[in-house]
T-cell receptor, first 117, second 115 residues
Framework: AQKVTQAQTEISVVEKEDVTLDCVYETRDTTYYLFWYKQPPSGELVFLIRRNSFDEQNEISGRYSWNFQKSTSSFNFTITASQVVDSAVYFC??????????????FGTGTLLAVQP | ETGVTQTPRHLVMGMTNKKSLKCEQHLGHNAMYWYKQSAKKPLELMFVYNFKEQTENNSVPSRFSPECPNSSHLFLHLHTLQPEDSALYLCASSPLAGGSGETQYFGPGTRLLVL
């Protein structure tokens, strides 16, 4: 089965706190891609990061960091020193590359992050 | 204009109306997608177009009719919709479809309410 699980439905933090959003995926494919998107109240999904299955290096971009661990099938996202503007729904997504033209981007159900001032 | 644009941003329609959603991408991509996002549900892929050809129809009811006249434009024609079709409809584009997991870039969506 191809699946993405974001067990945290809602998280509320106070500004400047660090917060980690969990993502666990399932796939039988050896080649796949993982993504994180941010959806602010305006509705648009904003691309944050793409990672392929052969690259397990963690990545840091400003206050954002991602921890990819194949051993636990997880791709967690941490926001350091959160800000009110980080309030949004965050989606983790999996693109299993089984071959062919019908591969699909599989989304989790999202985590609503509320950062209180 | 940059990125992916969608019009209208909001739409209210009756069940007997006919309307169309428009999507335009300014990224030089060759693949375009329609997604449906309902409350408390994962995003649902509806249609995929690659080089103007439809490559995916995810068992979408015929009251939704897509059209892709060129790689930059995508339409979703709506007719005789049901209240349960009320949702956020998102358009996306990527360099290719079914390739090496190219990143999909999304538009702001059209919030549709069917009365």
């Amino acid at each position: 089965a191809q699946k993405v699980t974001q067990a945290q439905t809602e998280i509320s933090v106070v500004e400047k706190e660090d917060v980690t959003l969990d993502c666990v995926y399932e796939t039988r494919d050896t080649t796949y891609y993982l993504f994180w998107y941010k959806q602010p109240p305006s509705g648009e999904l904003v691309f944050l990061i793409r990672r392929n299955s052969f690259d397990e290096q963690n990545e840091i971009s400003g206050r954002y960091s991602w921890n990819f661990q194949k051993s636990t099938s997880s791709f967690n996202f941490t926001i350091t020193a959160s800000q009110v503007v980080d309030s949004a729904v965050y989606f983790c997504a999996l693109y299993p590359r089984s071959g062919g033209a019908t591969n699909k981007l599989i989304f989790g159900t999202g985590t609503l992050l509320a950062v209180q001032p | 204009e940059t990125g992916v644009t969608q019009t209208p941003r909001h739409l209210v329609m009756g069940m007997t109306n006919k309307k169309s959603l428009k999507c335009e991408q300014h990224l030089g991509h060759n693949a375009m997608y329609w997604y449906k996002q309902s409350a408390k549900k994962p995003l649902e892929l509806m249609f995929v177009y690659n080089f103007k050809e439809q490559t995916e129809n995810n068992s979408v009811p015929s009251r939704f009719s897509p059209e892709c006249p060129n790689s930059s434009h995508l339409f979703l024609h709506l007719h005789t919709l049901q209240p349960e079709d009320s949702a956020l409809y998102l358009c996306a584009s990527s360099p290719l479809a079914g390739g090496s997991g190219e990143t999909q870039y999304f538009g702001p969506g059209t919030r549709l309410l069917v009365l």
